[in-house]
């Protein structure tokens, strides 16, 4: 069988030890959930952390119009609440979006879920973003189907989101404090008027946790994004997190506010900066004594098809899909056989991860007290150590501490080694990837030149190839190990927890 998405031993072969995940993430809660719940988030790569190494999304652009302002948001681009600014999808009616959906699922038969999240909010253009749904519910039931929305008109949509078998939705709760939202909502547009104010916050987070109640009552599954504004929301949202889960949510996402004056949104103009990696971290782990904490987002492309942090949307620009011929009930039958051989393949993982974890955390003996420390892993995905620090273009950073090993989240970085005659300029993308891993103190991969071990080295990340294609926890678990021998622990206080 040949897989589009990755290569056939990433799913036919079980690998050993864990995947990118361990103890503290997402997937060991999932591990404690029944298996009814498990069954519907096993293959969405938001609500599980395993998957996104497996399974894709694809969002459709079909909801121009937005019914809020957030300070975050230019509405030249998408929605922020789910999207990056900065990139802006074409705008496609229900038909042509039901059209690429099927196209890319007959393509990359791991897509498995479709989302709408943009440009606008799908609930303030409930037409066509239902009419998308119940037209890919009756062609492509195979297909999850997955919504995005600010909340203000989530109450209404309450009936028609259970009958169009939505099961997934994401709402954005920035606040509960009218005082926190009229920080970051000049208006909403409410029963035909503009409202504005505290009084705009007020109907705004009234909604949303309407919303959130009527979504468990009904049990859909409910996401909340929130989006981390320092000195604006920030302290607030441990309350948040507290708050939602009691109301039922499933899922807590702390994005970082991404604020640059080129994007000309308010908070952008006024100068308002979004959280350093060690502070997002800090309120990820406060917020994570009471709920599951999502740490794999990648602010996707707002048009993003793919694996979480890839992009294939330039396959299925609709010139070309007008050219493909599709059978989606062929494609179908050989999705649901791949879909399986994956499923088997994440069962065997999780326990292998759960016995590398289990083996490694015997292992340790660093004894309690010892500070933690950050590392940054390369790795092309299933839990191993297996790529070229020259060649990655994200690092996943683990944390290790006496009290075992933990995934903490993804860092973006420029390529390093791109090749040709450009090495000239390799010295600058090199200073990009040392700011993007600040805080960490070794750098693991399958392999690393002697130019950057120098200025890595210099820089105070240590570079370690000594443990390529080894399961990252493992790894991870020796080099702290190893560091504390050699009493390097002694020696350094954490610059990433000192923020
Ligand atoms: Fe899309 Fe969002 Fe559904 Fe996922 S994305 S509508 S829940 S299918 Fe995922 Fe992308 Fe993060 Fe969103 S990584 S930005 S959380
Ligand atoms: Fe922009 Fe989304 Fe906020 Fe609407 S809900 S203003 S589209 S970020």
Redesign the pocket.
Known sequence: MQLTVLGQEDVAKPKGGCAASSCGSTDDQLNHLPESIRARVYNHPCYSEQAHHHFARMHVAVAPA?N???H??N?KYD???ESRPGVVSELLTPEQAVKKTLAVAATIPQMTVLGIA????PLGNPERTFATFRMLAAQAPDIKLCVST?GLALPDSIDELAHANIEHVTITINCLDPEVGKEIYPWVFWRHKRVRGRAAAKILIERQQQGLEMLAERDILVKVNSVMIPGVNDDHLVEVSKVVKQKGAFLHNVMPLIAEAEHGTFFGVMGQRGPTPAELQNLQDKCSGDMNMMRHCRQCRADAVGLLGEDRGAEFTLDKIDAMNIDYSAAMEKRAVIHEAIREELESQSKQRAEASAAAQAAQTVPAGTRPVLMAIASKGGGVINEHFGHAREFMVYEASPEGVRFIGHRKTDLYCTGGDTCGEAETALDQIIRALAGCEAVLCSKVGYEPWAILEAAGIQPNGEHGMEPIEKAVAAVYREMYESGRLASRASQFKAG
């Open positions: 937005c809020i302002q957030c975050y948001c509405r929605c922020a609440n943009g440009p606008g909010d600010n």
